[in-house]
C-alpha cells in the first residue's frame, strides 16, 4: 500500500491538499505547547525550559514507531520513504548557524511564523531577519557552493552505520529520549528562570 | 511525573516490540492477476528478431539487450551489447537500476523464450515497465537472422526484401556464412530489391 502517492492512491494534488492539513496540525500542536513565546524556546539552551525537547523527541518517536510498525504491517513500503542526501560539511556549519540565531532570537524559522499568526512583533522582526538571510545567501552562493556541496555521503541511516536493524535502533532511541526527558527535568530544577 | 511515566509505560514495551520482531522484506506485486492476464493474452512484449537485429545492427542506443541465462552460458556465446542478468538473481539489488528505469528499452533473451518470458513476467508485476522479450530466443535468431532460409522465387518482393536484410544483418553481427551461400542466381529486378532495404534504413535512422 506503501506512500500513498507513489501507488497512485491519491494524485498529486490530493498529496499537497493533504500536506497543507497535516500543517496546519503542525502549527496548532507548535502554538498549544506554547511555542509562540520566545523564553520557552531560548530556555532550550539556557537550561530552565526543556519543553522543546519533550515534544521534538515524544513527536520523533511517535512518527518512528508509526512508520516501523505499519512496515511491519506491510502498510508501507520503507525503501520508497524520501530521506534528505547528507551533505556532511553543510549539515555542520548550517546547522552551527541555525542554532547560533535560535539562540539570538528566540525563534526558528516554522515558530516564527507560529508567532507571528498570532501577532507578535519580535516574530515579524525574526522574519525580516530570515529574508536578508535568504537573500546573502543567494547572492553570496557562488562563495559558499563548494562548501554546500562537500562531502556527498548519499542518504546514510544511523541504524546502517551502527550496524543494526532499524527495530533495535528504534528502541535504542526511545530509551535515550526518555532518559533525556528525565535529565531535562533534573536541568530545569538546577537552572531556574530568571524573573523578569 | 506521573504524565512522563505513563507515557513511558505505553512506548517502551511497543519499542521493545519493534526491536524483536524482524523486518519486513516483502515486495508488493504493482499488478493485479487479471491486469497482468490481460497483458500476458496480448503478448505485447514480444519483439521479432528482425526488429531487434536492426536495432543492434544500427547501433541504437536506446536498446539494451539482458541475457538471462547463466554465466557459463553467457560467456560461451551473446548477443552484441548484451548484459548477463541470470534468472536467480532479478530481484537483486544491483540489478534493478538495469530493470527499473524508462530510458532504454530492455529486450530479456535466452535460448528458447521461456527462461526471459519468465524474467519479463517477474519485473512487470513489480511495476516495471520498458522491459520486452526476444521472441523464440536465439533459437529462432538464429533461424531467422544468422541462417535466413533463401525464399522460393515466387515469394512476394517483400520475402525478399527480409531475406536480404537478415544476411546483412548476419554479416554485420559477425556471423557467419555470406560466404557459403554465394547463391549468384541472378534475376533481372535484384538490383532493385537491394536498393530497398538500404532505403528502409535511412529513413528509420532519424
Redo the contacts between chains.
Keep these: 500500500?506503501?506512500p500513498l502517492v507513489v501507488?497512485d492512491f491519491i494524485s498529486q494534488n490530493t498529496n499537497l491538499l493533504l500536506a497543507f492539513i497535516i500543517g496546519i496540525g503542525f502549527g496548532f500542536v507548535l502554538e498549544r505547547s506554547g511555542f509562540s513565546s520566545s523564553r520557552k524556546l531560548a530556555g532550550m539552551f539556557y537550561g530552565y525550559d526543556t519543553t522543546v525537547l519533550k515534544v521534538f523527541f515524544?513527536a520523533a518517536?511517535?512518527a518512528m514507531?508509526g512508520l516501523?510498525?505499519f512496515?511491519?504491517?506491510?502498510w508501507i513500503?520503507l525503501s520508497l520513504i524520501y530521506i534528505n542526501p547528507t551533505f556532511l560539511w553543510s549539515a555542520i556549519v548550517g546547522g552551527a548557524v541555525m542554532g547560533g540565531g535560535f539562540i539570538l532570537g528566540g525563534f526558528c524559522p516554522g515558530t516564527a511564523f507560529c508567532a507571528v499568526s498570532i501577532g507578535k512583533l519580535d516574530a515579524l522582526s525574526f522574519i525580516g531577519g530570515l529574508v536578508i538571510g535568504v537573500l546573502l545567501f543567494t547572492e553570496g552562493f557562488p562563495l559558499v557552493e563548494e562548501l554546500f556541496y562537500a562531502e556527498n555521503m548519499g542518504t546514510p541511516t544511523i541504524n546502517e552505520l551502527l550496524g543494526m536493524?532499524?527495530?533495535?535502533f528504534?528502541?535504542v532511541l526511545?530509551?535515550a529520549a526518555?532518559g533525556m526527558?528525565f535529565v531535562g527535568?533534573w536541568a530545569e530544577r538546577k537552572f531556574p528562570r530568571e524573573e523578569y | 511525573?506521573n504524565m512522563?511515566l505513563k507515557?513511558?509505560m505505553a512506548?517502551?514495551p511497543?519499542?521493545?516490540i519493534?526491536?524483536?520482531?524482524?523486518?519486513?522484506t516483502?515486495?508488493?506485486y504493482?499488478l493485479s492477476a487479471v491486469e497482468l492476464l490481460e497483458e500476458v493474452k496480448e503478448g505485447i512484449q514480444f519483439m521479432h528478431p528482425d526488429e531487434v537485429a536492426d536495432m543492434v545492427v544500427q547501433k541504437d542506443p536506446s536498446l539494451q539487450l539482458i541475457d538471462v541465462r547463466d554465466k557459463d552460458a553467457f560467456d560461451k556465446f551473446h548477443l552484441p551489447g548484451a548484459i548477463n542478468i541470470p534468472i536467480a538473481d532479478i530481484l537483486s539489488v544491483e540489478n534493478e537500476d538495469y530493470l527499473n528505469q524508462d530510458v532504454k528499452m530492455n529486450v530479456f533473451y535466452s535460448n528458447g523464450s521461456t527462461a526471459a518470458n519468465e524474467a519479463w513476467m517477474i519485473s512487470r508485476q513489480l511495476g516495471y515497465e520498458n522491459n520486452y522479450v526476444l521472441q523464440g530466443g536465439l533459437n529462432f535468431w538464429a533461424e531467422t537472422i544468422m541462417n535466413p532460409k533463401q525464399p522460393a522465387s515466387t515469394s512476394p518482393d517483400d520475402e525478399f526484401a527480409k531475406y536480404d536484410f537478415r544476411k546483412g544483418a548476419s554479416a554485420a553481427l559477425g556471423g557467419s556464412t555470406l560466404q557459403a551461400t554465394t547463391d549468384n542466381t541472378p534475376k533481372a529486378p535484384k538490383p532493385v530489391i537491394k536498393k530497398r532495404p538500404k532505403k528502409k534504413r535511412v529513413a528509420g535512422g532519424c
Excluded at chain 1, 71 to 74: I, K, Q, R, V, W
Design positions: 500500500m506503501g501507488y515524544t518517536v511517535v514507531l516501523l510498525f512496515s511491519l504491517f506491510g513500503d536493524s532499524r527495530g533495535v528504534g528502541l526511545i530509551l526518555f526527558f527535568e | 511525573m512522563r507515557l513511558a512506548i517502551i511497543l519499542g521493545i519493534i526491536a524483536a520482531v524482524p523486518e519486513n516483502t515486495r508488493p504493482k
